[in-house]
């Protein structure tokens, strides 16, 4: 049983880092004013899985962080300038994926799992606990599989 | 005792592990995948095209409204070494075979509006070209880095792969050889 669970455990360990992607690009960003930083920040590099844009110093972000300068100075808001960048590239540019559509599921995934191995965790010290009280009040209790047995052979032997 | 308890935990592990299989799964599916192979059909898509960069097209390149043509998709990046090196060798050869029935679609990918037209200037571009709005066309097309080409034969199926750079001689022997099937 021990080894069991320990392989289910690896297993699911092995699939949690199968998730994780490292990152392509090093290095640090050249520095960007605060303004272009907080549209940045809400951004991810589009060439290095889950670099956010603020930090990347690749020439596509170069260009990413130059296009919100300029868009800034043109008078939008930073809103307006992410939103920009979602209609062009899509959602998988956002740093928080929108909590709609299919993206949904990757906020509802990680709470689902919480959720359960919470309950499991629960439903486990529940049971120890009710285990433990019982090991300690209840009287040693006769065999009654063996009891019945024996009434029955008897009966039989009568008979 | 320990025989109660286990069943829970694994219970709990195996559906945490599922639903986590599950997620990887899907990621793999929808953003891996094998990209179009010689021989298969060339996944249809739209282009928007960049003002003065239509190339007799219209606004919207659709790629199945020019099947009976050899088509050249070039995925490209004004952000990729790479696509700079070869810009001008695609334009001689696109200037080249322009009077075959050969069509070129620049596709630019991940690049800002601004870099993109500095980028067509710059290497005195004069084919269709036009931006791959959310990523669609390189999703379809499997990109993972720029450049890639595609040739299209006339019958809609991929006929040539290149992924990386190209040179004037060696894509135009590819479409010679696209020509004479």
């Known amino acids: 049983m021990k080894k069991l669970m320990l392989a289910a455990l690896l297993t699911l360990i092995a699939i949690l880092a199968l998730q994780s992607t490292p990152l392509h690009a090093q290095g640090t960003s050249p520095e960007i004013d605060d303004d272009v930083r907080t549209v940045a920040k809400k951004l991810n590099c589009p060439t290095c899985s889950g670099r956010n844009l603020a930090d990347c110093p690749t020439e596509t972000c170069l260009q990413w962080k130059g296009e919100i300068r300029a868009q800034l100075d043109s008078g939008k808001s930073t809103n307006e300038v992410v939103t920009y960048f979602q209609d062009r590239f899509g959602a998988g540019v956002l740093q928080e994926p929108p909590k709609a559509g299919s993206t949904l599921l990757l906020w509802l995934v990680p709470i689902g799992a919480a959720f359960i191995l919470i309950s499991s965790g629960m439903l486990v010290a529940q049971r120890l606990s009710k285990n433990k009280a019982a090991t300690v009040t209840q009287p040693t209790a006769p065999a009654a599989d063996d009891f019945t047995a024996q009434i029955e052979a008897q009966i039989k032997d009568a008979l | ?181």
């Open chain 2, 1 to 181: 005792m320990k025989s109660r308890i286990g069943p829970f935990i694994i219970a709990g592990v195996a559906i945490t592990a599922l639903i986590s299989l599950g997620f990887v799964a899907m990621n793999l599916v929808g953003q891996k995948g094998n990209r179009p192979t010689v021989g298969s059909q060339a996944p249809d898509f739209q282009l928007e095209l960049y003002k003065d960069y239509r190339a007799d097209l219209p606004e919207t390149a659709q790629l199945s409204a020019l099947q009976g043509k050899i088509v050249v998709i070039n995925f490209w990046g004004s952000w990729c070494p790479e696509c700079h090196v070869e810009a001008e060798a695609l334009q001689r050869v696109y200037e080249k075979f322009r009077g075959r029935d050969v069509v070129f679609l620049g596709v630019d990918y991940l690049d800002t509006e601004t870099e993109a037209y500095r980028y067509l200037t710059r290497y005195a571009i004069t084919y269709a070209n036009g931006i791959d709005v959310q990523q669609k066309i390189s999703t379809l097309y499997r990109i993972t880095a720029a450049p890639e080409t595609f040739i299209v034969g006339r019958d809609g199926r991929v006929s040539a792969v290149i992924i990386g750079g190209t040179t004037e001689e060696a894509l135009s022997q590819q479409l010679e050889s696209v020509l004479a099937q």
